[in-house]
């Protein structure tokens, strides 16, 4: 049995309260995802270098920090990101012509680091990648904003980077995000999704640790 990692999204906490929503779910989950964007690459603005410095100093909080950089270019963001101890960077490969060189740096630094792509964007595109890569991130909405609905086309992506990564060896996590929830989180683990990154689904119920419980259970119903 894989094991497939939940990463609940902040984007979706309390912004008044964040400790407070982590505190909720720290037994549900395995990552905290954290959503940085500029204005620019994406239309909406969020969370940065602060908060994630928060996090890390809080000994409460030991949970390991997955940044998805929505920004453009990102190799002028990445130094912000790489001395806070976060565990994976991962950058947009529409935003740079200069992909390899970033990963390049990011995993220089001893993070791990992924590559994200837009649903409009084709998965081919990382095939050279693929060999320098921690993890690759399948938007399965366009990125700038929480709670919008699941595209379903993503899903083959996963698919085929799945494939790919038995027949050549590779070892990167395959990670899924935007509008997942109880309805579709075990179809993405189907097709072979490692991380599964949720917001409005747990941040949105009202018992964000049983929203999160019930995924867990939906993913476990897979591999029965
Ligand atoms: O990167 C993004 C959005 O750009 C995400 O991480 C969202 O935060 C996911 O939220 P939901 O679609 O699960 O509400
Ligand atoms: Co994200």
């Known amino acids: 049995m894989r094991k497939v990692i939940l990463a609940p999204s902040l984007l979706s906490a309390n912004p008044l309260d964040i400790a407070g ?30 908060l994630v410095a928060a996090l890390r100093s809080d000994e409460n909080i030991s949970l390991p920090i997955d940044v998805h950089l929505m920004v453009e270019p990102p190799e002028c963001f990445i130094d912000l990101f790489l001395p806070l101890g976060v565990d994976y960077l991962t950058v947009q490969i529409e935003a740079t012509p200069h992909a390899h060189r970033v990963l390049q740096r990011i995993r220089d630094s001893g ?19 693929l060999p ?8 399965s909405v366009n990125p700038g904003f929480g709670g919008q ?16 990564r038995a ?13 997942l929830g109880l309805e579709n989180v075990h179809t993405a683990v189907r097709y072979g999704c490692d991380v599964i990154v949720a917001g409005n689904a747990v941040f949105g119920h009202s ?7 019930t995924m867990r259970d939906k993913i476990m119903e897979v591999f029965q």
């Open 21 to 50: 929503d982590i505190e909720k779910i720290k037994g549900q989950c395995d990552w905290l995802h954290i959503d940085v964007m500029d204005g620019h690459f994406v239309p909406n603005l969020a969370y940065g270098p602060n």
């Open 111 to 129: 993070v791990k680091c992924g590559i994200a792509l837009n649903p409009g964007t084709p998965v081919e595109w990382v095939a050279p990648l």
């Open 132 to 139: 320098f890569l921690d993890m690759v991130l399948v938007m």
């Open 149 to 164: 609905k699941f595209i379903p086309q993503v899903l083959e992506k996963a698919g085929w980077l799945y494939r790919e």
């Open 167 to 179: 027949v050549k060896n590779f070892n990167f996590l395959i990670e899924m995000d935007g509008g």
């Open 207 to 213: 018992d964000p640790a049983f929203a999160l419980k």
